[in-house]
C-alpha cells in the first residue's frame, strides 16, 4: 500500500461503523473558487464525472453550470435504462438520452451509457413475453436493445455498462447469482455472454462494464457479495466473456455498515490482478443514521468518502470517478424512503450542496484526487484508455 497512511482517527472511524458523538476527522473548508472536480481529477490520468437528467439541463441553469465547473464526464441517471427507451415493443425513445448527449458533445464532456441489462426498470411488456418466447425471439428480446442503443451511439459514448447488478447472494443460489432476475431465468448465466459478445460487435471500440452494488463495506452483506462478483468474474473470463472493466457503484452507507481500507484495497487488487480495469460508476453517501447536526454529520461523511477513494485511488486499475448525482438539489437519496430524512430535510450525500455550494465532501474528493499516485498511460489491464 504507497499511499494508506490516514490519519489516526480517519482510519479508525471507518474501521467501525461511525459514532455519532464525535468527529474523529474535520476536512479542510472547500476551496469555493479552485478547479473543479474532474480538473483535480485529470492530474493523475483519471476523470470525474456524474450522472444527470436531461430535464435538470433544460431547467437549471445553475445547476448546468455546476456540472460544467466540475465535471468531465455525464452519465445518464435514468434515460437510457429500458422502461424509458422502449416502453413498446418495437419502438425506440432515446429523445432523453439525445439531448444529453448533444449537451456533452456542445461541452466536449465525455459519456458513459448506463444501463442495457438489469434484472430492473424493464417495460412491462418485455417482462410478459420473454417467458414465453420461442429461443431465437428470446434472445432477439435481449439482444436487440443493445444493438440498437450501441449502434445509436458509437463514437460518441465510449464505456458502457453492459449487466447492471448479476449477484445477489440473499436470494439464495450457491453461486450468488440474482435469482429474481428475469435475463437469468430466461437463459441462466449465459445471458451475461450474450450480452458482452453483443455488445462487443455493436461497437469494438467501446469499453465494456460489469458493475454492481455492495461490494465496498466490511459487512457480511458486502463480503458474500464481493466473493460473489468475484467467482462470477473468474467464470466469464474462463469463457472469454468480453468484460473490459468492473463498476463499482461505490453507494456508501457509513453509519450503517463499517469501511475498512484493508478489505476493500485487497479486493481491488484481485479485481486488477485479472486483468480488468475498475471505475466508481455511482458514488455518493447515505448520511441517514448519522448526527442530527449538519457540520459533524458533513465532517463524518467526508471523512469516510476520503478514506474510500484513498484506497481506490491507489490501485491504478481505478480509471475514474462517477457520483451519482452532483447536487443534494437532486439527490434519489431524497426520494427513497429508506435514505431520507424523516425531517424532510435533504441527505447531505453529494459534492455539493442543494444550494450548488461546495461542501466538505467536495474538499475531501479534490484532496483525494490531488493526492492520487498519477498512473501510467496504460496499465497491463485491458480496455483501459491511453
Not at 426498470?121 to 442503443?149: F, H, M, Q, S, V
Not at 479486493?267 to 455511482?282: K, N
Not at 461523511?301 to 437532486?330: C, E, H, I, M, Q
Request: hydrophobic fraction near 40%.
Amino acid at each position: 500500500m504507497r499511499r494508506r497512511a490516514f490519519l489516526a482517527g480517519a482510519a479508525a472511524a471507518c474501521s467501525v461503523p461511525l459514532a455519532t458523538s464525535a468527529v474523529p476527522f474535520v476536512p479542510p473548508r472547500p476551496d469555493t473558487h479552485g478547479p473543479g472536480l474532474d480538473a483535480r481529477a485529470r492530474r493523475s490520468g483519471r476523470r470525474f464525472g456524474c450522472a444527470i437528467k436531461s430535464s435538470q439541463i433544460a431547467k437549471d441553469t445553475a445547476f448546468t453550470a455546476a456540472v460544467l465547473r466540475e465535471a468531465g464526464t455525464i452519465v445518464q441517471e435514468y434515460e437510457l435504462k429500458r422502461h424509458v427507451t422502449q416502453a413498446k415493443p418495437g419502438r425506440y425513445d432515446f429523445s432523453g438520452n439525445d439531448r444529453l448527449l448533444a449537451f456533452a458533445q456542445r461541452h466536449g464532456l465525455a459519456a458513459r451509457g448506463h444501463t442495457l441489462v438489469w434484472y430492473a426498470a424493464n417495460p412491462p411488456w418485455l417482462e410478459a413475453a420473454l417467458p414465453k418466447a420461442a429461443p431465437r425471439a428470446k434472445e432477439a428480446l435481449l439482444t436487440g436493445y443493445i444493438d440498437a442503443a450501441m449502434r445509436r451511439y458509437s463514437g460518441q459514448i465510449g464505456e458502457w455498462d453492459v449487466v447492471n447488478e448479476a449477484v445477489e447472494p440473499n436470494q439464495g443460489r450457491s453461486d450468488g447469482m440474482r435469482a429474481q432476475n428475469i435475463w437469468e431465468q430466461a437463459f441462466g448465466e449465459d445471458y451475461i455472454d450474450i450480452a458482452f459478445h453483443t455488445a462487443r460487435a455493436a461497437d469494438p471500440h467501446a469499453r465494456l462494464f460489469l458493475t454492481d452494488f455492495g461490494l465496498e463495506h466490511a459487512s457480511r452483506r458486502c463480503a458474500a457479495r464481493r466473493t460473489a462478483i468475484l467467482k462470477l468474474l473468474e467464470r466469464a473470463l474462463a469463457r472469454r466473456v468480453p468484460i473490459d472493466a468492473l463498476g463499482i457503484q461505490g453507494h456508501l452507507k457509513p453509519f450503517r455498515e463499517p469501511f475498512d481500507e484493508r478489505i476493500f484495497a485487497g479486493f481491488l487488487d484481485e479485481v486488477r490482478g485479472m486483468g480488468l480495469s475498475i471505475a466508481i460508476t455511482e458514488f455518493d453517501i447515505a448520511d441517514r443514521g448519522g448526527p442530527q447536526a449538519v457540520e459533524p454529520r458533513d465532517a463524518q461523511v467526508a471523512a469516510v468518502g476520503k478514506a474510500f477513494l484513498d484506497v481506490a485511488l491507489d490501485n491504478p486499475a481505478v480509471t475514474s470517478v462517477l457520483s451519482w448525482g452532483l447536487s443534494d438539489r437532486y439527490s434519489w437519496l431524497s426520494t427513497y424512503p429508506e435514505y431520507r430524512w424523516p425531517d424532510g430535510k435533504p441527505s447531505r450525500g453529494l459534492p455539493l450542496d442543494a444550494d450548488l455550494g461546495r461542501k466538505r465532501l467536495w474538499a475531501s474528493m479534490a484532496a483525494a484526487f490531488d493526492a492520487a499516485p498519477a498512473r501510467q498511460a496504460r496499465h497491463q489491464g485491458k480496455g483501459v484508455p491511453a
